[in-house]
């Protein structure tokens, strides 16, 4: 239930979505006896394009997010375990074309098997089901292994975890197929801006992971002061953002991650 309500809420509160309900709708009264409601909402559906197209306030959204985990240290000890967490696949296009199709956060999939090839003797998850309410997509799982495979990556070494719709079942189901004793380290791959929410369900879970953050969307706090070139890149980076946001309050009010901006572990 938590999962469809998610995907439900989300058709509604992305700022792409608002605006674009804001302009239609005024549009549409402009030719009713609700004309100045119309004028209204064709404003503030104008403004809010500009806003969160132009603007940086997109990179403020998610500037927090990508900095909360720094990378680990390059002299940090090998780890028993390393975890990534699907989301780089576009499986609408992966079932329909007949092979593998990956989005903006494939640098995940490229970084586990980095690691995986550095620390030979650790043991590898990759954790992702199926994301898909109506339409067919393809099992990321099923995809990740075709083509972590094909990269060198032998099927008695890889573990995957098939039956998770989201973050929060990524760490449920992940610390119940790994089993991990006391005192190992896992390293955790996923988007840095997805981490502190990633983190989080892992700790509720009583997974304690090593941030191994990837696919950054900024170059920094610099971005603070650097515009959009384009209103799409605007929308898309705040649409990114206010989804995290919007993940942490969520999943922080439901006791999915014990507290709303997760530190790094002492």
Known sequence: ????????????????????LLLVLGA?????????????FV??????????????????????????FPPPASDAPAPDG??????????????????????????????????????????LVFSGGSTAMLLEHANEAETARLLLESMGLGEGRLLLEDRSRNTAQNAQYSAELVQASTGERWL???SAWHMPRAVGAFRT?????????VDYRTRGWGDL???FEAVSEGLKRMDIATREWIGLVAYRLTGKTPSLLPAVAK
């Open 43 to 68: 404003a503030v559906g104008a403004l809010l394009l500009l806003t969160f197209g132009f603007t940086p306030l997109g990179h403020l959204l998610i500037l927090p997010l990508e900095e909360r």
């Open 188 to 190: 955790l791959v996923t």
């Open 28 to 40: 549409v009264l402009l030719f009713t006896r609700f004309y100045r409601w119309g004028r209204g």
């Open 205 to 213: 879970a009583g997974l304690e992971v090593a941030a191994y953050p």
């Open 225 to 227: 002061a650097r515009p």
């Open 82 to 123: 390393i975890i990534v967490l699907g989301g780089s696949f576009d499986t609408g296009v992966t079932a329909a074309r007949g092979q593998v199709a990956l989005n903006e956060a494939g640098e995940r999939l490229t970084a586990f098997a980095a690691l995986a090839s550095r620390y030979p003797e650790s043991r």
């Open 1 to 20: 239930m938590f999962y469809v309500v998610s995907k439900i809420a989300w058709l509604l509160l992305a700022p792409s979505n608002v605006v674009c």
